[in-house]
Structures are given as structure tokens and as C-alpha cells.
């Protein structure tokens, strides 16, 4: 089956400029969830949504960070303004939830976002 | 959510078996026990998952204390192909049928040919 899908693969911008990247989640994965990871540091989330819906956005900076998932399929994450401290990889992963509580999530393999 | 600890780097040698310790002393009856890698430049990828009982699959073993506090992922023949970060995680609960993945800093195996 096809992967996680992630777009643009790298991006570098200027600090307060704004950015945005995709992900398509694997086919009928109605999980989908973003991550932050630092150079050195573990992915940190920063949100899950459940279909079009958000489960979890407590370690999201609201003030700059928004997030979508219009029709339950693919999602967006936007930066605006960008600051210098959010120069990390971001990934998108997904999960079929269909089949039971444990099963794996998937990871797209990022977008690295550099902030100058 | 309950916190991991693990060694920040361990060294194995190619057909070696490597054996990854994880100690999480505050885990709770419910949370299960996952383990993903990240090979560089790559997204994680799941190796597996336990709750009390040992558990084997295709890429690994996990090997499960009796009181639950610590656990250990058993690589049976290091390839050069499994120099990675392995992170170990206690799932978390997020409601209805989710979870989310906590990581920590993770271990990373260095493997010599």
C-alpha cells in the first residue's frame, strides 16, 4: 500500500514568513496526526485529529500554528509568522483505527523546514 | 503520561544480537509498550508493541518484566541496516478508539561491520 505522503520534502524561509505543508494519509486512515522534531530531540506532537476532527492540540502554539483536516483525508499545517526556533522536521503520520486500539501508526518521512 | 527512560547510545557488532533496555517504573495496568525506530533522514517505523507477555514478530523481540517497570527489545542479528533511534513508549490514551505516542530522546544503536 502507499505510504504517508508529505510535501514539499524541504523548505527554507525567512523568519516571520509563512509556511505551509501537506499530507495525504494512507488510504481510509482516519488518524492523523503532526509532529515537531528538533534536530537531537524525539517527535513531539502537536496535533491528532480523529476524521475532520481534533483530539489532541494542547502542545500546539495556537498563536502562529493552525492545522486542518477539511474532508477527513488530507491535512494541512501552517506556520504564520515563522520565528528561528521552528527550524526542525515536521511529520505527518496515520493510523487505521478501524482495526482495534493497537494498531501502528504510519510516518510520512517530513518536511524540513529551515527558518533564516 | 508515564515517562521512559533509556540509554542514549549503545554500540552492537553486525550478526551480533543487540538488547535495548527500557525502564518505566510508573506505568500504569492499561498502557502498552511500543517500540518504533527512526532510521536517518527517515519518519519512524513501528518494530513492536507488548503489554505483559513476550512478544516476537518479523524485525524483533520484546522481552517484558514481571512487574511491568521495564522492558527490552531484542534485535536477534544487528544488520547494518538496523543502525537507527529506537524509541520505547508507553502509549497513551486519548479517548474513544485513539492514542497518542509520546517520545522520548530515544537510543541510538550504532552498529559496527
Known amino acids: 500500500e502507499a505510504g504517508v505522503a508529505q510535501s514539499p520534502r524541504y523548505k527554507i524561509i525567512e523568519k516571520r514568513q509563512s509556511v505551509a505543508f501537506w499530507c495525504n494519509p494512507i488510504?481510509?486512515?482516519?488518524?492523523l496526526y503532526w509532529y515537531q522534531q528538533i534536530l537531537g530531540q524525539g517527535p513531539k506532537l502537536l496535533i491528532q485529529?480523529?476524521?475532520?476532527?481534533?483530539?489532541?492540540d494542547s502542545q500546539l502554539p495556537k498563536d502562529r500554528f493552525s492545522a486542518e483536516r477539511l474532508k477527513g483525508v488530507d491535512s494541512t499545517l501552517k506556520i504564520q509568522p515563522a520565528k528561528l526556533e521552528d527550524s526542525a522536521v515536521y511529520l505527518c503520520?496515520?493510523?487505521?483505527?478501524?482495526?482495534?486500539?493497537?494498531?501502528?501508526?504510519?510516518f510520512g518521512q517530513g518536511t524540513r523546514l529551515t527558518v533564516v | 503520561d508515564a515517562k521512559t527512560t533509556q540509554p542514549n547510545s549503545m554500540e552492537s557488532n553486525e550478526e551480533e544480537p543487540v538488547h535495548l533496555p527500557c525502564n518505566h517504573s510508573?506505568?500504569?495496568?492499561?498502557?502498552?509498550i511500543h517500540w518504533y525506530r527512526q532510521l536517518p533522514s527517515q519518519g519512524p517505523e513501528y518494530v513492536i508493541h507488548?503489554?505483559?507477555s513476550n512478544v516476537n514478530n518479523r524485525m524483533a523481540s520484546l522481552a517484558i518484566a514481571e512487574d511491568r517497570k521495564s522492558s527490552t527489545l531484542i534485535l536477534h542479528r544487528a544488520t547494518l541496516r538496523d543502525a537507527a533511534v529506537y524509541y520505547c513508549?508507553?502509549?497513551?490514551?486519548?479517548?474513544?478508539?485513539?492514542?497518542?505516542?509520546?517520545f522520548g530522546k530515544g537510543t541510538l544503536l550504532t552498529v559496527n561491520p
Open positions: 510508573t506505568i500504569s495496568g492499561t498502557d502498552y
Open positions: 507488548g503489554l505483559t
Open positions: 485529529f480523529q476524521n475532520n476532527g481534533v483530539v489532541d
Open positions: 513508549i508507553l502509549r497513551g490514551y486519548s479517548g474513544g478508539s485513539n492514542y497518542k505516542l509520546t
Open positions: 503520520a496515520s493510523r487505521n483505527t478501524g482495526q482495534g486500539l493497537n494498531t501502528e501508526a504510519f
Open positions: 488510504s481510509g486512515h482516519a488518524t
